[in-house]
C-alpha cells in the first residue's frame, strides 16, 4: 500500500502541486531555454522491468534504460554545482535600477572550482541571496547566465517560506544538530535566512506534512533549473547540504546513469535522533540515488550507515579503504573528507594594506592583556553562553586572570529571528553584564561583545592578537574558525618583515568535542562545552601553556591545515565520484518505483531477464537437474507470522524431489530442527540449515545418486 507521502510525491513528480497553491515565479524557464544544452550522445531504449517486482508500470519517466556500449572519459565534462544559495553577492544598484553582482569569495562553493580540474567548466545552480521581484527574475536569470554562468532558481515567496523557513530550519536543521522538537515553540535561529517578517506557517518545530511537501516541491524547482543546462552524458552534478536532500531523486528518475554527488555540510545525527524524523526512509533513499555521498567526519558517515541498516537493511562492505552500499546493483560510495580552507584567499587578506594597521590598534588596545577570542554565528547552537560561563568560571577559579585576560567574542548577526534566539541572546546579554559587573574595573572589560558584522580584515586581525580561540558550538557540522585563526597566527613569508610577526608562531585552541572539525585538531584541548568547570580548566590550561608547547601544536595544526584546503577536498571529492560512476555507461540500468521508492536498477550488460517458458523448455530438456530454493521470502512469504510451509509448498516439493534427475536442497540461515521438523515430510528432500553449517539429504557421486542419511532418529546432520 502506497503511504500518504508517496502520493503526495508522486502527485508533485507529476506536476499536481495544488496543495501549494500556484507555483513558479517568472524566471521559470523550460528545457533549454539558455540555448546550450548539448545533444545526447548516447541512444536510450526503453524498457521496464514492471513485470520482475510487480510495480506499476504507469511512470513513463522511470523506465528508460540506456544502451551500453558508451564513450569513456571525454573532455567537455562540467561541474554542476548545486546548492541552495548561489556563491554570489547581489546589491540593489544605488539609483535603484537593477541590480549589480559581484562574486561571493568568502563562499566555499566558489573556492572549491580550485580543486576542480582546469578543462573541466563550472556551472552553480541555486538561489539568489536577495529579494528579486518577479518582474526582475528574467532579467537577473539571464545577466547571472551570462556573466557568472550561475543559474537562479527562483522560488515563490510562499513555498521559499515552508521550504527554508519551515522545513530546512524548523525541522532538518535542529533535527541534524540533534534538538527533539519536544516543546511548542520552535527553533527558528538561523544563520543566513533572508527575512524575518516572513514566519512560515508552521506554529511549532513538529513534523508539519504541509512543509515536507514544500521540500520536495522547492527540490523539484532546483531540478529543473538543473535540467535546464545539463547535458547527462557529460556533465557530473554535485549537490550541496541538507537543503536538497530530495534532488538526487529526481535528477535519478530523469536520467539513470547521470552522475551525482551529494555533500551534507551539517552533521548527520546518531540513528536514534535520526529516526525520529517521520520521512526518515524518503530522505535515506533519496541520497541512496546519488553516486557518493560525502561527510565532514567518520561519525556522520557511521551514523548514515547505521540509518541505511536499520532503517533500510542496507550493509555497508569496505573494499581497499572505500566504504560502499550495493543498492540494487549499484554501488553508492561514501567519502569521509572534511573541508578545509581556502588558503590564498586568508593570505591575501592578511597583506591588505589596512589590516596592519588594524592589528597594531588592537595590540595597543588590549596591551598587557591575554586575549581568549570566539568567533561565532549567534545561532541557537554555537554555545556562547557556555563559554561565557566557562570563562567566568576561570576568572572566580584562577584569580590571577582577573585583570589581565580578556574574553572577545565576536557574534555575527543573523537576519532570522525566533524565540530561542531571543532567549539565548538575553541570556548571553545578561552573563557578560554580570561578568564585566563583578570582575570589571576601570581600563578593564573582562567580555568584549561584538556583535555586529565583522569585516575579513578585522576578523583576521582579532586572530593575529588572540592568544587561544575557544570554539564551544554544542553541535557543528565543520567548523572553520579554528583553521582561519591557525592560518591568521602563522601569517605569511610577505609579513615576515612586518612589526605584527616576531617570535616563534604560535597558536592555542579549546574546541567543543561536538564539531566537525575537532577530530582533525589533535593538539587543541578538547571539552564537552556543557562541562562548564572542565571548560573552565582548559582555557586556563591554554592559555598558561609554555610557548615551546604552544608552538609544536601550532605547527602540528598549520601543516594539517595548509594541506587539507578546500581544493583538496573538492578535488578529492571529485576524484572519488570519477572512481564511482567508472563503470556506470557500461551498465544497464532500469528505473523502478514510485516517488521515492524510485531507485534505479543497474546490471551487467550481459544479464538478461528470465523468460518462463525458455525456463520450462530448458528444465523439460535437461537430464539432471539441481535445484537449491531459499526459505524465507521464497517458499513462505517474508511478511507472514507463521513460518510453517504451507501443505501445497510440501506437495510441489515432493513432486520436484520424486522426479530422479532432481536434486533438491532447502538452503537457508534457519536452523536445523526447525527446518527437520517441517520438511520431515519430504524424505528425498536435501537441507543446508544455518548457512550451511549442518547439511543433510541426498547427493550424488560419479553421477549417481546416494541415498539420503536417515537414522532411526530421523534426520541425519552430516557434520554432527
Ligand atoms: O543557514 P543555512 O543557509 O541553512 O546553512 C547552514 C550553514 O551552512 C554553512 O555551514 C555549514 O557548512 C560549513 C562548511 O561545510 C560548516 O563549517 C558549518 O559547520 C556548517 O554548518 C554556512 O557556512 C553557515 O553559515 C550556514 O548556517
Redesign the pocket.
Known amino acids: 500500500m502506497m503511504s500518504r507521502s508517496y502520493t503526495n510525491l508522486l502527485d508533485l513528480a507529476e506536476g499536481n502541486f495544488a496543495a501549494l497553491g500556484p507555483a513558479g515565479g517568472g524566471a521559470r524557464r523550460r528545457s533549454g531555454s539558455f540555448g546550450m544544452k548539448r545533444m545526447s550522445r548516447v541512444m536510450t531504449v526503453p524498457g521496464t522491468l514492471s513485470e520482475l517486482d510487480g510495480e506499476d508500470e504507469s511512470e513513463p519517466a522511470a523506465t528508460n534504460s540506456v544502451a551500453s556500449d558508451v564513450p569513456s572519459s571525454v573532455s567537455g565534462e562540467r561541474l554542476l554545482v548545486v546548492s541552495?544559495?548561489l556563491p554570489i553577492v547581489a546589491r540593489r544598484r544605488p539609483d535603484g535600477r537593477g541590480w549589480s553582482f559581484s562574486w561571493d569569495d568568502d563562499s566555499?562553493l566558489l573556492q572549491l572550482r580550485d580543486g576542480i580540474p582546469d578543462e573541466m567548466e563550472v556551472l552553480f545552480v541555486g538561489g539568489v541571496r536577495a529579494d528579486i521581484p518577479l518582474a526582475e527574475q528574467d532579467e537577473v536569470s539571464q545577466a547571472l547566465y551570462d556573466r557568472f554562468r550561475c543559474v537562479a532558481v527562483f522560488l515563490p515567496e510562499s513555498l521559499h517560506d515552508r521550504f527554508?523557513h519551515s522545513f530546512?530550519?524548523r525541522q532538518l536543521?535542529p533535527l541534524f544538530h540533534y534538538m527533539l522538537p519536544f516543546a511548542s515553540s520552535a527553533p527558528t535561529a538561523?544563520?543566513?535566512?533572508s527575512s524575518s517578517s516572513s514566519a512560515p506557517p508552521a506554529g511549532n518545530g513538529r513534523f508539519d506534512r504541509g512543509s515536507w511537501e514544500a521540500y520536495v516541491l522547492a527540490n523539484k524547482f532546483f531540478f529543473e533549473k538543473v535540467v535546464e543546462v545539463i547535458n547527462p552524458e557529460d556533465d557530473y552534478v554535485w549537490v550541496h547540504?541538507?537543503?536538497l536532500m530530495a534532488l538526487p531523486t529526481f535528477l535519478r528518475r530523469r536520467f539513470n546513469r547521470l552522475r551525482i554527488g551529494f555533500?551534507l555540510?551539517?552533521p548527520f545525527p546518531s540513528s536514534e535522533i535520526y529516526r525520529t524524523l517521520p520521512v526518515r526512509e524518503e530522505i535515506l533513499k533519496a541520497l541512496l540515488n546519488c553516486d557518493l555521498i560525502g561527510f565532514?567526519t567518520f561519525d556522520y558517515a557511521r551514523h548514515f550507515l547505521s540509518c541505511c541498516s536499520r532503517m533500510l537493511g542496507i550493509e555497508y562492505q569496505s573494499k581497499r579503504g572505500y566504504i560502499g552500499l550495493e543498492y540494487f546493483g549499484r554501488t553508492v560510495g561514501i567519502k569521509i573528507m572534511?573541508?578545509g580552507i581556502h588558503m590564498d584567499q586568508l593570505q591575501a587578506v592578511l597583506c591588505l594594506p589596512d589590516r596592519q594597521w588594524r592589528v597594531s590598534e588592537l595590540q595597543q588596545q588590549f596591551e598587557g592583556k591575554t586575549v581568549l577570542l570566539g568567533v561565532d554565528?549567534m545561532?541557537i547552537f554555537k554555545g556562547i553562553n557556555l563559554k561565557l560561563l566557562a570563562f567566568e568560571n576561570m576568572l572566580r577559579t584562577h584569580p590571577k586572570w582577573q585583570g589581565r585576560a580578556v574574553l572577545v567574542q565576536i557574534a555575527k548577526p543573523?537576519r532570522?529571528k525566533g524565540k530561542d534566539l531571543e532567549a539565548i541572546e538575553a541570556e548571553i546579554r545578561e552573563s557578560y553584564n554580570r561578568i564585566n559587573g563583578e570582575f570589571g574595573r576601570s581600563g578593564y572589560s573582562p567580555v568584549v561583545f561584538i556583535d555586529r558584522d565583522v569585516s575579513s580584515v578585522e576578523k583576521s586581525a582579532y586572530y593575529t592578537i588572540a592568544e587561544c580561540v575557544v570554539v564551544t558550538?554544542v553541535r557543528?557540522?565543520?567548523?572553520?574558525t579554528p583553521y582561519e585563526y591557525i592560518v591568521c597566527r602563522q601569517g605569511t613569508p610577505r609579513l615576515e618583515s612586518s612589526s605584527e610577526v616576531t617570535g616563534p608562531k604560535k597558536s592555542m585552541l579549546v574546541v567543543s568535542e561536538f564539531?566537525?572539525?575537532s577530530p582533525s585538531l589533535s593538539g587543541a584541548i578538547r571539552v564537552n562545552p556543557w562541562n562548564v568547570e572542565a571548560t573552565a580548566e582548559a582555557m586556563n590550561e591554554a592559555i598558561s601553556m609554555s610557548d615551546q608547547e604552544k608552538q609544536l601544536r601550532h605547527e602540528k595544526h598549520y601543516r594539517y591545515v595548509s594541506t587539507h584546503d578546500v581544493a583538496y577536498w573538492s578535488k578529492s571529492f571529485i576524484q572519488d565520484l570519477e572512481r564511482a560512476c567508472k563503470d556506470h555507461f557500461r551498465r544497464t540500468c532500469w528505473g523502478i518505483g514510485l516517488g521515492f521508492g524510485f531507485r534505479v536498477v543497474a546490471l551487467d550488460p550481459h544479464f538478461t531477464k528470465l523468460n518462463m517458458d525458455s525456463i520450462v523448455m530448458a528444465y523439460e530438456r535437461s537430464e539432471s537437474r539441481a535445484i537449491f530454493l531459499d526459505y524465507d521470502g521464497t517458499l513462505v512469504p517474508q511478511t507472514s507470522i507463521n513460518k510453517t510451509p504451507s501443505a501445497e509448498v510440501l506437495r510441489i516439493i515432493n513432486t520436484l524431489c520424486s522426479d530422479e534427475r532432481n536434486i533438491v536442497f532447502i538452503v537457508s540461515g534457519r536452523g536445523r530442527d526447525k527446518l527437520g521438523e517441517w520438511f520431515s515430510s519430504c524424505p528425498k528432500l536435501g537441507i543446508a540449515a544455518e548457512h550451511g553449517y549442518f547439511l543433510s539429504g541426498v547427493g550424488m557421486m560419479s553421477g549417481k545418486r546416494v541415498p539420503r542419511l536417515q537414522t532411526s532418529d530421523g534426520w541425519k546432520w552430516l557434520n554432527q
Open positions: 541552495n544559495q566555499l527554508y530546512c530550519k536543521w538561523t544563520s543566513s535566512s547540504d541538507y537543503h555533500f555540510h551539517s565532514h572534511p573541508v554565528d545561532d543573523v532570522g558550538a557543528d557540522g565543520m567548523n572553520l564539531i566537525g572539525c
